[in-house]
């Protein structure tokens, strides 16, 4: 059964090479240094480079010597990052560990801009208003996306790539991102959400709130009827028992 794993991005090499992953699909670029800890297989898609700013900003922004100055946000480790770091000088590097954490802070202004590809970017602008894509023109054109899988492993290797071929040869590839998107997108209510959850716990607190009562009920009879006993010992039970439990509150309240 799929388990997906979320992670910062600089995590993942890592995770992958100490077999906590098994594959990474986290639009990740092809590189000579990283292709030197783990296998890739063939790109699924191209991502171009680009930086997302504040709608009301975007026109101060013509190419990269515009951010000279400017605080600036990618995603720790990533090709963004080395992109950001190479080619705007001048410009304050913020790395940060996830996409939405980058977002969120152009968003709310703690950043001036953020470098991304522009396919997770899209994702973001689309349900930010706010937020808008500009080209700055990066000198690094189009990087094809990969999976990377762990070194050696060609059996894995292969087995990806004839889904990479049958995806693109389909041309399933554009609609996979489309519901992508619309699901990303989803404004789901707190019921919708967590309602399954809130009607078992409910539930489960009902049950034992009557098995509690039905648990009392049975042994507050059985004392009634033994402190009633002719008995003495079982008189003597039930009155030592019943005068501990009187006075437990007393004495918690004391400590």
Known sequence: KLQIKEMGFDALIGALKTGKVDMVISGMSATPERAKQVEFSKSYTEEKQIMVVKK????????????SGKKVGAQKQ??????????????????????????????????DAAVMSNIVAGAYVQKTPSLKIIDPKFATGKAPTVVALPKGDTAMKNQVNKTIDKVRK???????????YKLQNQSNSFWSKYGSFFIKGAAYTLLFALLTVIAGTILGTILALMRRS???ILKAIAVVYVEFIRGTPLMVQAF
């Open 78 to 111: 990533s090709t963004q990052e080395q992109i950001a770091k190479a080619e705007l000088q001048g410009a304050k590097i913020v790395p940060l560990e996830k996409a939405n954490d980058v977002i969120a802070q152009v968003e709310y202004g703690k950043i």
């Open 170 to 180: 389909d041309h399933m590839w554009a609609g996979w991102m489309d519901q992508a």
């Open 230 to 232: 002719s008995i003495w």
């Open 56 to 67: 009301d900003q975007a026109s101060k922004y013509k190419n990269v010597a515009d951010f």
